[in-house]
């Protein structure tokens, strides 16, 4: 439905907060901000816009081949990252050869996220174009724990 203006009036609620939330986001700075809604809402935690946004934009949606997923993994927000999985985001890398959010996980030190990971079929074993997996990352970071877990599963 559109306005006498010709601007599209929101057919509901969730529209109408999307649309808010881009014009909001536009005076920022330009571009497309379809990711970092995505990944405000999950750490919002706002299950049903969510669930819109997932329908109408793809959960997976990714920039440089990194989806919310990823960034929410080196950030530790666990209650996020369970929203956006159970909304449907894949906890494997969002392009060909990209690092996955285990690999940040791993590279940010967040062992709970790894494990969260892991627990929703993480890959361990996945390398990224340059060959690097989680364990290189954590080694390479001198995180001893992660990377000690992160041997034991793929030892296991």
């Given amino acids: ?15 109408a907060r999307l649309y808010s939330e881009r014009r909001r986001l536009d005076e920022i700075s330009g571009g497309d901000h379809t990711l970092d809604l995505i990944m405000n809402t ?6 049903e816009l969510l669930g819109f946004l997932a329908r109408n934009f793809g959960i997976n949606y990714a920039e440089g081949g990194r989806h919310a997923l990823f960034w929410v993994a080196g950030s530790n927000d666990l209650a996020a990252a369970e929203l956006l999985i159970k909304a449907g985001s894949t906890v494997h890398n969002a392009g060909k050869k990209a690092a996955s959010p ?5 590279y940010r030190n ?8 892991v627990k929703y079929g993480a890959r361990v074993h996945y390398a990224d174009g340059n060959g690097d997996t989680a364990l290189s990352f954590a080694l390479e970071q001198g995180h001893a724990e992660m990377a000690a877990y992160l041997k034991s599963l793929m030892e296991g």
């Fill in 102 to 106: 285990l690999m940040h996980a791993a």
């Fill in 110 to 117: 967040q062992l709970d996220m790894a494990k969260l990971l």
């Fill in 1 to 15: 439905m559109k306005h006498k203006s010709g601007k599209k009036i929101p057919d509901s609620a969730h529209e």
């Fill in 42 to 47: 999950a750490i919002e935690g706002d299950a």
